[in-house]
């Protein structure tokens, strides 16, 4: 049964005030289990559990899908970014693009800032992480605790926490905190509990993915770096249930601007009585509903990307016939040629060597270097000393879309010429 209980904190003596010095009674917070059938969800929240999940299912098929591809991994980036606000990251897309081009092709070293290289890395770990826990058979609480590892390398205090946490408040104790997570001792059962239920089918994805957030946070099972894990989970569960299977869905960074919502909704979902109570009931369909409305904001601005996308890719076309009309070749080229298979690709992949062009397309590197001079010309693709010995193709219209969705994305209204984005995010594009 879910309950707030009491609990006595000692008076620490060496605090450096009188008001850290205190001691007292606090209420930590003891969850229901999630497996058994104790959660509730009421038939409205489940009716619009399902409409949501179908509009996630049509934008997966939307004409513009494999560039939907791109804006996974540039929304893992933005994840990264959001994650470590403490260290006050903040590098352009396109440094990002060139430092992860860096790590994955030898003869690049240069074009890019240590920040970037730094936050590149952050994405190709939570990416690996992710997949990972998508393609394990089973989660085990073993594999939480690793994914922990793994996010935050560098954190002093790895594995299940065994010390009492809190949220706000003071540093040396609980009795100001705006929420106390479970005693240390209920840390583990809670969260093989918590494994148990993401290991099974009991609720539709989303709804699945938003209790398993929702739980993980309330346990607070690690001394820091919860709020980056938990939202991996999101990423994760969708992905294994079928729903998403790119990660396309930006609902953590929709959460992330929402932060008031957010917060009112884990604290309604917090309710502090038996499951099957109508409170309970309110309290989950209360945070469900704030899950769901992030769900639906973020179908629609990675809609709006791919339409984007759509018109951005028609205006090549037109730009890649007028180019070739110019220089006497036939308007439209072969579908199976380099260079249409690659104008493709673009959104997708919108950095580009001719040595990368030579793995995505199966082609000689002159194939490759022929296409990529002939999109350049066509001036969709501008071209970008790398290193010594090696030219880089940057598609920059893409780059401009990706950085205006995460400027949206941190706006309170979607819109940043009705709200300014809440958060560090790339400057406008210039035109």
């Known amino acids: 049964m879910a309950e707030y209980r009491e609990a006595s904190w000692s008076a620490a003596w060496d605090a450096p005030s009188k008001r850290d010095r205190r001691g007292g009674t606090y209420r930590p917070y003891v969850p229901d289990q999630l497996t058994g059938g104790t959660v509730a969800v009421s038939p409205e929240v489940a009716r619009e559990a399902a409409q949501a999940e179908s509009l996630v299912r049509q934008l997966a098929a939307h004409s513009a899908g494999h560039g939907l591809e791109g804006l996974a991994r540039f929304l893992l980036r933005s994840e990264a970014i959001a994650s470590s606000r403490i260290e006050g990251l903040q590098t352009s897309p396109q440094q990002v693009a060139l430092a992860e081009l860096a790590a994955h092709e030898t003869g690049v070293s240069k074009g890019f800032t240590t920040t970037a290289a730094l936050v590149a890395n952050n994405v190709t770990t939570l990416r690996r992480a992710v997949t990972d826990l998508v393609n394990v ?18 954190e002093k205090h790895h594995g299940l926490r065994e010390v009492q946490n809190w949220v706000g408040g003071g540093n040396w104790h609980p009795l100001d905190a705006e929420f106390v997570p479970p005693p240390p001792e209920l840390v583990r059962p809670l969260m093989d509990d918590l494994v148990s239920y993401i290991n099974t089918a009991e609720h539709a994805p989303l709804v699945q993915a938003a209790l398993a957030h929702a739980q993980f946070e309330t346990i607070h099972p690690f001394t820091d770096g919860n709020g980056r894990v938990g939202r991996a989970l999101v990423h994760t569960i969708l992905t294994r249930r079928g729903l998403t299977p790119h990660a396309i869905l930006p609902i953590s960074l929709v959460l992330l601007t929402r932060s008031d919502a957010y917060i009112d909704g884990l604290t309604a979902y917090r309710h502090g009585k038996a499951s099957r109570s109508a409170e309970a009931q309110r309290g989950t369909d209360a945070w469900l509903r704030v899950f769901l409305a992030a769900a639906n904001t973020a179908v629609e601005q990675a809609r709006k990307f791919a339409d984007e996308l759509d018109e951005l890719n028609a205006e090549w076309v037109r730009r890649h016939h ?4 110019s220089q006497g070749a036939r308007p439209v080229p072969r579908a199976d040629s380099a260079v249409a298979r690659l104008l493709h690709l673009l959104p997708a992949a919108p950095l580009l060597t001719a040595r990368t062009v030579q793995c995505l397309l199966s082609v000689t590197h002159p194939a490759a270097r022929q296409a990529l001079e002939e999109l350049a010309g066509a001036g969709i693709l501008h071209p970008k000393q790398v290193e010594r010995n090696t030219r880089g193709y940057l598609a920059r219209e893409v780059f401009d879309l990706l950085t205006l969705t995460e400027r949206r994305l941190a706006s309170t209204r979607w819109d940043t010429r009705e709200s300014p984005p809440g958060r560090i995010v790339p400057a406008r594009p210039q035109k």
């Open 322 to 325: 007028r180019y070739r009309e």
């Open 137 to 154: 058979e089973t989660v085990a609480t073993a594999d939480i605790v690793a994914l922990h590892t793994v996010l935050l390398p560098d």
